[in-house]
């Protein structure tokens, strides 16, 4: 599969972004699909993950509250709504997709287990 992720921007604190990732390839909705950033100087750390079906989502705690992410399979697509930005969310976020199941819910937070990765989008929010 391959990941286009898009929708980053400057914003100021407290504002709102919308990020999209869509995917090619094979069946969307075969894949969990997760959101994982990367500060300058600072290792990638995940943000949010949603399983095939929508039904389970995981969120880093830094963004419960502030962030939601969903899916449209029909549009093979997966959105990262950010609401309430702050400073320390200024990063690159990364879209990534794995096909293998996840059998334990620290699975979805863990960035070894998706093999597919999108290109990136920058995110900085000024204060």
């Known amino acids: 599969v391959q990941l286009q992720a898009s929708g980053g921007g400057l914003v100021q604190a407290g504002d709102s972004l919308r990020l999209s990732c869509a995917a090619s390839?094979?069946?969307?909705?075969?894949?969990?699909m997760g959101w994982f950033r990367q500060a300058p100087g600072k290792e990638r750390k995940f943000v949010a993950a949603?399983?095939?079906?929508?039904?389970?989502?995981y969120y880093a705690d830094s963004v419960k509250g502030r962030f939601s992410i969903s899916r449209d399979n029909a549009k093979n697509t997966v959105y990262l709504q950010m609401n309430g930005l702050k400073p320390e969310d200024t990063a690159v976020y990364y879209c990534?997709?794995?096909?293998?199941?996840?059998?334990?819910?620290?699975?979805?937070?863990?960035?070894?287990?998706?093999?597919?990765w999108g290109q990136g989008t920058q995110v900085t929010v000024s204060s």
């Open positions: 949603l399983s095939r079906s929508g039904g389970s989502t």
């Open positions: 990534a997709a794995e096909d293998r199941n996840m059998y334990a819910s620290s699975y979805y937070s863990d960035q070894h287990e998706y093999s597919y």
């Open positions: 390839g094979r069946p969307f909705s075969n894949y969990v």
